[in-house]
């Protein structure tokens, strides 16, 4: 089955700092890519959908200066989230789609900002 | 606007007991529906979905759902849970079937298994 991968899994870093995050469709070309975000027990929040080679169309309420993505190609789709602060630390999720009808979903990132 | 409804936050069953989990979703349109399961710090796993056709529709793990247009529910079974079905569940539903469409979840169902 089509495979999706995040790096990092984790990663801690200090408020201020700005963090990349990589999402990569390891055996499919994804056209598509979106980014979730996921407080504790709760469910997944769409942040942003984008398309490769194309700007990243943001939910309501997504700052887009403090949440970069960009899809660069069809398999890599980056999240950067810029001047980070506690408030940002969460789950984020990723998933990706190519030429079927269903989205792929990697293991996550988790971010914690001191 | 679309909208899914996961009533149960936490349910308990013991091993070997059937399982349903259940999903109300709200779409003006023909919805597309899914179920995705959730393991600890891990990403979702497609469990099935429903497009249109037939309105129970099996998945993997054992799993099915039965599609009820007037009762705007999803519901998710199983006959026989195993220790290892413990997770997250999370219904889904989307605007159409391709997966450019972006998912609106349920707040998920957390599922513990007692031996």
């Known amino acids: 089955g089509a495979v999706v991968s995040q790096h990092p899994s984790w990663v801690i870093c200090k408020s201020g700092t700005s963090v990349k995050i990589e999402c990569r469709s390891l055996d499919f070309q994804a056209t598509t890519m979106f980014w979730y975000r996921q407080f504790p027990k709760q469910s997944l929040m769409l942040m942003a959908t984008?398309?490769?080679?194309?700007?990243?169309?943001?939910e309501q309420g997504v700052e887009k200066d403090k949440f970069l993505i960009n899809h660069a190609s069809l398999t890599l789709s980056t999240l950067t989230v810029t001047s980070a602060h506690p408030e940002d630390s969460s789950f984020y999720i990723c998933?990706?789609?190519?030429?079927?009808?269903?989205?792929?979903f990697g293991p996550g990132t988790r971010l914690t900002v001191l | 606007a679309q909208s899914v409804t996961q009533p149960d936050i936490h349910i308990t069953v013991s091993e070997g007991a059937s399982l349903e989990l259940r999903c109300n979703y709200s779409?003006?349109?023909?919805?597309?529906l899914f179920w995705y399961v959730q393991s600890p710090g891990q990403g979702l796993q497609l469990l099935l979905k429903?497009?249109?056709?037939?309105?129970l529709v099996q998945g993997i793990k054992g799993f099915e759902a039965e599609f009820k247009r007037s009762q705007s529910s999803f519901n998710l079974r199983k006959p026989s849970v195993h220790w290892s079905d413990a997770a997250e569940y999370f219904c889904?539903?989307?605007?159409?079937?391709?997966?450019?469409?972006?998912?609106?979840f349920g707040a998920g169902t957390r599922l513990a298994v007692h031996p």
């Open positions: 889904a539903v989307a605007a159409g079937p391709g997966g450019y469409n972006k998912l609106i």
């Open positions: 984008s398309n490769e080679g194309s700007k990243a169309t943001y």
């Open positions: 998933s990706a789609s190519g030429v079927e009808d269903t989205q792929y």
């Open positions: 429903y497009f249109s056709g037939d309105t």
């Open positions: 779409y003006g349109a023909t919805p597309y």
